[in-house]
């Protein structure tokens, strides 16, 4: 039933339907979670290897005289680099090694701009303000970072390409105090949308009136294929390179998602002039990170091949979740034309677009029945959804049965959101 | 021969002698490095073991539905607290673990109050200024966190108890824009001094003018015993905890030179409060630090015990090293009058001081006979000794042979140095 052109009658019966069905499902007593991005424990298992692949006191002296075990090789070892540096497009040389969380190198490579600038220009915490770009909607640390460090944030719409670029284009040109944007730029957060090659080409040519302008590219998701099918991004730091405005790109990515969620390793990869700048400011907080993890996984991958291999195996165990995600959406609220959303190729979520004015009341009934969601807002900047509308489903971490039985509930509470809305005042 | 007061003839006998004997070293063409304190290949050996010890998938799943291979747990797991808790004399609700780098806790700490501030004081970053007290001579990195982020740093000379307390006390009593002290109370680098007991509870005393004034108590050598009459030092959050000034108090240590120099686990003893106030700012940085290095250590190690059984092995490695350096210091060093030292029980280091006026040149001397010890200045903020006197000496990470040749290399450029000095003007 389209509820916006059923009648009063018609949606009150709905209504009435679904109410029924919702006290059932909260007799039930379920508790369960889809509200964070979170691999379960069978993908985790995938890497048993990992843990004792590196476990004699001889396989830690590499060439060159480096000991894994002790101090030194800021930057990383070249063993992982070799690996992942052709994933992110880039050169050894422009390849930064981190610890286990990307999102640290990317508070890190903020507050650096805070603290001591970029380009030589005034350091950020000693302008009057200072902005940041945020296609919405977006990845909630990524914003909580701005928030915490008083950077204004600036909602830019995405499209199906990507942010809205003759917005982008307009904003960094007008305005010197917009410093960075926030970019996933493939399988975003939450959309699970790629930027076309058009809005990388337009990314890499960008001409901010902010000499030092970043554009912060957590490719989280680099690899991250559901299907056969799966999207391609263009290489932004090598178009960047073209146009001689690769400085502008940080590009990121971890095995958050690819190893251990929890215990990876994380990459920065930019041009030769920022790792240089980047490194003599990361060699002031430590003499290295964890490099013995980076043997180790460069020891169970040995090869950037093996890396894409490795995806697959997490790809069949998400994308039967995923598929329940977006049959049950189809099967369930289609025909309501309440609510939009799009099929990703890969990465973490489903994003989920009820009518406007609902998200929050269905997320507070789905938490009364036992479903959790990330929480409403938290896909926007304050954790302000403007229409109250989105809602982002992460389907990993939760076995099918619970995914089917959880994505009905949401269905449930969306269509008595909505149903909702549309009689109130009638 | 008591140098100073030798005669002009015999000194100058002396140092011909001296500089035949400097030639036929370098005819040697050594490569030897004294300057960092790494740990050798054979105390890296001690922890194979560390390696493997989390070898299969079901390890990883503690109690409490906790997965140590994804996301969460953001302070740490209390299987590595309860291990380590003690050694810091802290509750485990009083321990943050972080990652491979106390150092990069101790920068994190350091630039928080430059950008958020503490006790919801003024961000330093804010103020016209901001300094630090610096007991010299202390750790070069600690110096250069100060220095990158533009904390003006005050000299306070070290005592053989400890830091000047009287000037310490009365500097921060005075000056509101003092916000902070780097202190290694144990076996402090270089010097090798323990804070005496009642240095330590003029600390847990201490009345700074500045609210949010900070002690960074870098612990790194809190269980870095040589021999068997160690040095104990006071429980500086225990007493702090005494005295209600407990939220002063910033512990840090790490198991860089227990288990591995580059992958170890570091830790932060704080007051419950300071841990949800820090707690509340690295969670907008990562969501976690690496578990599955925790768990690993937790499971090596087993108890709070067995770490310090482990330490003696260690010790066995170390001791030698250290009375070569002694010894040779004693045999060669000692009648000329020109030089002073502290035997440590303890640490990585032998603190030199040579006659003020040839630190640098007997530096240069060392370097160009192959031998490489730390940058005369290091052990000072701005890298700038005011006496040009102090050399760190750092005898971990060379062999008991290579040690004596370089020992005795030192020996021969500081009487080169000091026979040059005495007799130039005469």
Aim: charged share 25%; aromatic share 8%; with cysteine.
């Amino acid at each position: 039933m389209e509820y916006k052109t059923a009648s009063y009658e018609k949606l009150a019966g709905e209504l009435e339907a679904l109410r029924s069905e919702y006290e059932k499902i909260k007799a039930e007593k379920l508790s369960l979670n889809m509200s964070r991005g979170r691999p379960c424990t069978e993908q985790l298992d995938l890497t048993e290897g990992l843990l004792s692949v590196l476990y004699k006191n001889d396989m830690c002296n590499l060439s060159g005289n480096t000991d894994v075990r002790n101090y030194g090789v800021l930057s990383g070892i070249e063993d992982i680099k070799n690996i992942f540096a052709p994933i992110l497009g880039a050169e050894n040389g422009e390849v930064f090694v981190g610890g286990n969380s990307s999102l640290n190198l990317m508070y890190d490579l903020v507050a650096d701009g805070m603290l001591y600038g970029y380009e030589g220009c005034t350091p950020w915490a000693k302008l009057p303000e200072v902005k940041f770009l945020c296609p919405v909607p977006g990845y909630d640390r990524h914003f909580a970072i701005c928030e915490k460090l008083g950077i204004r944030m600036i909602n830019v719409p995405m499209t199906k390409t990507g942010p809205d670029m003759d917005a982008v284009e307009k904003l960094v040109a007008e305005d010197e105090l917009i410093k960075g944007i926030w970019c996933v730029p493939k399988y975003s957060n939450p959309q699970g949308i790629t930027y076309s090659d058009e809005t990388v080409a337009r990314f890499a040519d960008l001409s901010p009136a902010a000499k030092d302008f970043r554009i912060f590219w957590d490719n989280a998701y680099v690899i991250h294929d559901l299907d056969d099918t799966p999207d391609t991004l263009a290489p932004l730091l090598v178009m960047a390179k073209k146009t001689g405005k690769q400085n502008m790109v940080f590009e990121f990515t971890s095995t958050s998602k690819i190893t251990y969620a929890g215990a990876g390793v994380s990459f920065l990869a930019a041009s030769a002039d920022n790792i240089k700048t980047v490194s003599s400011r990361i060699g002031i907080r430590t003499i290295g990170y964890d490099k013995v993890n980076q043997l180790r996984h460069a020891l169970f991958f040995k090869t950037t091949e093996n890396v894409y291999e490795h995806m697959k195996l997490h790809a069949a165990i998400l994308r039967p979740k995923f598929d329940i995600v977006i049959n049950t959406l189809e099967g369930e609220l289609e025909s309501t034309g309440t609510a939009s959303w799009h099929r990703p190729h890969g990465g973490y979520f489903v994003s989920l677009d009820l009518m406007p004015g609902t998200a929050k009341r269905a997320w507070q009934l789905a938490k009364e029945a036992g479903v959790v969601l990330t929480t409403v807002g938290a896909t926007y900047p304050y954790k302000l959804d403007p229409l109250d509308s989105n809602i982002r489903i992460a389907p990993s971490n939760t076995t099918c049965e619970e995914l089917e039985k959880a994505m009905h509930v949401l269905c449930v509470c969306a269509k008595i959101a909505a149903a909702e809305k549309l009689t109130e005042n009638k």
